[in-house]
């Protein structure tokens, strides 16, 4: 079966820029997952959705980051503006009782 | 409330030696348990994953860990390392609700 696409793979921008990212889990998965890995730190949980509901968004930095998942399949992920810390990885996962990952985005901010 | 802690966060062998990776959790409930791998540059791997069936499990490239209740411990375990293994590998606990967590991470050095 095909993994959790994500896209762009890498992206550099200048603070105060916008960015946005794109994930499509795989077919058939209810929940899908956006993680931000700062380097040498485990994935942080920014936002969970079931459907194209919000579960979880508790750690996600809402004046400048956003999600939307609307018809329940694919989802973006937006930062807006991006400053120097936002320099990460975006991971995206979908599960169904296991997680499975896309291969990321890697965010460069000058 | 679920929570992991990896309990070092570096690991060095020689080539051709066992690797143990400590993981404890808290759970309130009969919790999933899962092993990650991340090579530099690299996507999260499932290693394995223990769902409440055998207490111990097997898992790709000869890793196994086994669930201990009685120590709220999931230890990740390989009989003799190879230079390959040098990675992050994150242990993972879920509850029944399809929210996972992440242990900080341990670093595991190969040395030849």
């Known amino acids: 079966e095909a993994g959790v696409a994500q896209s762009p793979r890498y992206k550099i921008i200048e603070k105060r820029q916008s960015v946005a990212f794109w994930c499509n889990p795989i077919?058939?998965?209810?929940?899908l997952y956006w993680y931000q890995q700062i380097l040498g730190q485990g994935p942080k949980l920014l936002i969970q959705f079931q459907n194209n509901g919000v579960v979880d968004d508790s750690q996600l930095p809402k004046d400048r980051f956003s999600a939307e998942r609307l018809k329940g399949v694919d989802s973006t992920l937006k930062i807006q503006p991006a400053k120097l810390e936002d320099s990460a990885v975006y991971l995206c996962a979908s599960s169904h009782y296991e997680q499975y990952f896309g291969p990321g985005t890697r965010l460069t901010v000058t | 409330a679920q929570s992991v802690t990896q309990l070092d966060s570096h690991v060095s062998v020689s080539e051709g030696t066992p690797v143990l990776l400590r993981c404890n959790y808290s759970s309130s409930y009969s919790p999933s348990l899962f092993w990650y791998v991340q090579h530099p540059n690299k996507g999260l791997q499932l290693l394995l994953k223990?769902?409440?069936?055998?207490?111990l499990v097997k898992g790709i490239n000869g890793f196994e860990a086994e669930f201990k209740k009685s120590e709220t411990s999931f230890h990740l375990t390989k009989p003799s390392a190879h230079m390959s293994d040098a990675a992050e590998y994150f242990c993972v606990v879920s509850d029944s609700g399809n929210q996972f967590y992440f242990g900080t991470g341990t670093s595991l050095t190969v040395i030849p």
């Open positions: 223990y769902t409440s069936a055998a207490t």
């Open positions: 077919s058939g998965h209810a929940t």
